[in-house]
Every structure is written in C-alpha cells, then in structure tokens.
Antibody, heavy 122, light 110 residues
Framework: EVQLLESGGDLVQPGGSLRLSCAASGFTFSAYVMSWVRQAPGKGLEWVSSITSSGDSTHYPDSVKGRFTISRDNSKNTVYLQMHSLRAEDTAVYYC???????????????WGQGTLVTVSS | ELVLTQSPGTLSLSPGERATLSCRASQSVTNNYLAWYQQKPGQAPRLLIYRASYRAEGFPDRFSGSGSGTDFTLTISRLEPEDFAVYYCQHYGSSPPMFTFGQGTKLDVK
C-alpha cells in the first residue's frame, strides 16, 4: 500500500524557517517525481514544488521561488521542503503528492498524504 | 500563465439530481492535461478524472469528464449523499513543469 506521511508542520514567526518531511512507503520511491501542494485555511489548492526522481531538476511557482527548496533522499525514501522567509500567507496545510502511472512527469497526482499544518504568525 | 476559472462557485442540488460543473481555461489546454479532484472536509484531495475524461480508480461511473481546448465539464449523473464535496480542476503545463488549480466548486445539499 502506498503511504505518504508528512511531518514537520509547526507554528513559526514571520521571517522564520521550517523544514517539512514526507516519508514514502509501498513503492519504489527513487523512480518517481514527488510534489508538494498546499491549502490555506478555507481556501483552494496551490502547487508548491516538484522534484524529479533523481533530484536533478526542481520547479516552483513564483509565489515561493527563491524562498522554498525541495530536495529528496532516495536512501531514506523521503522528500523535504525547506522553507525560508516565511510569510503569513504561507500558512497552510502542506500535502505531499505523487503519481505512479509513469516514471517521468505526470500531469496529475493520485497519491496524497494527509498533510501537515504550517502556521506563520507572531 | 494559464488561469482556470470554475463555475459556479457553489452548486446546491438534491440527491438524485444531475450535477454539471464547469472549468474554463484562459488558454487552450494541450494534450488534455486537465484533471479533477474531489475533496471532503478534513481530507486530502482525491484524483477523480485525469486527461479530461479518464475516471480514476475508485470512482463509480456516475462521474464523467468531458471537454477540450478551453472548456471542460465534470458531470455527476445522479448525486449520491457522499458526492457532496468541493471539486477542483487542475492543469499541467510542461515547459517548464507547472501545475495550476481552479478555485473550486462547492457542491452542497439543497
């Protein structure tokens, strides 16, 4: 069974940093693209970042580019999201997501974790 | 940058009725890279439809997706109580990889 388990969410002050983790199991982690998607309280979904299976290519929307960094450790079956210069508008549930339909880029995500809450507030 | 606009924002219907949800793109969607997700309160989204019209595993055939170009539709033929949720459309652009969501349609009980 595919499982994605996020952790690391916390209350952090504006301008602070936080690192999220997503531990994967039930599939060959090193073969698949991994992504982070977030959802502010009561709001819609927003893609945050994606990383290729080898980790050699990463992508971000403008809203987080230069502040967030996605990485992965294929020996630990874990993908990370390092967040710096956090703002109130980064407050959200952060989901880890993937799709196992192919080992390359896929245009959707079938598997999602349950999310971890990041709150940016003083 | 492609923008997805979903309508209506809220749709109030009764069980047994037919639901039609719209997702309009600001530019033509290539390769029909348009997906739909269902999200219930407190839960992660679930992939419902991919490539505009392919139903994901676990969803019954009362759910269907259609459309191409800039106009896409999610249809639920006969609403069941468990279908009341928020539905999001999502686009993938490949150069560079980028994912965009619509703002969502809340389907609630009339």
């Amino acid at each position: 069974e595919v499982q994605l388990l996020e952790s690391g969410g916390d209350l952090v002050q504006p301008g602070g940093s936080l690192r999220l983790s997503c531990a994967a199991s039930g599939f060959t982690f090193s073969a698949y693209v991994m992504s982070w998607v977030r959802q502010a309280p009561g709001k819609g979904l927003e893609w945050v970042s994606s990383i290729t299976s080898s980790g050699d290519s990463t992508h971000y929307p403008d809203s987080v580019k230069g502040r967030f960094t996605i990485s992965r450790d294929n020996s630990k079956n874990t993908v990370y999201l390092q967040m710096h210069s956090l703002r109130a508008e980064d407050t959200a549930v952060y989901y880890c997501a993937t799709d196992l339909g192919d080992t390359g880029w896929l245009p959707h995500w079938y598997h999602w974790g349950q999310g971890t809450l990041v709150t940016v507030s003083s | 940058e492609l923008v997805l606009t979903q309508s209506p924002g809220t749709l109030s219907l009764s069980p047994g009725e037919r639901a039609t949800l719209s997702c309009r793109a600001s530019q033509s969607v290539t390769n029909n890279y348009l997906a739909w997700y269902q999200q219930k309160p407190g839960q992660a989204p679930r992939l419902l439809i991919y490539r505009a019209s392919y139903r994901a595993e676990g969803f019954p055939d009362r759910f269907s997706g259609s459309g191409s170009g800039t106009d896409f539709t999610l249809t639920i033929s006969r609403l069941e109580p468990e279908d009341f949720a928020v539905y999001y459309c999502q686009h993938y652009g490949s150069s560079p990889p980028m994912f965009t969501f619509g703002q969502g349609t809340k389907l609630d009980v009339k």
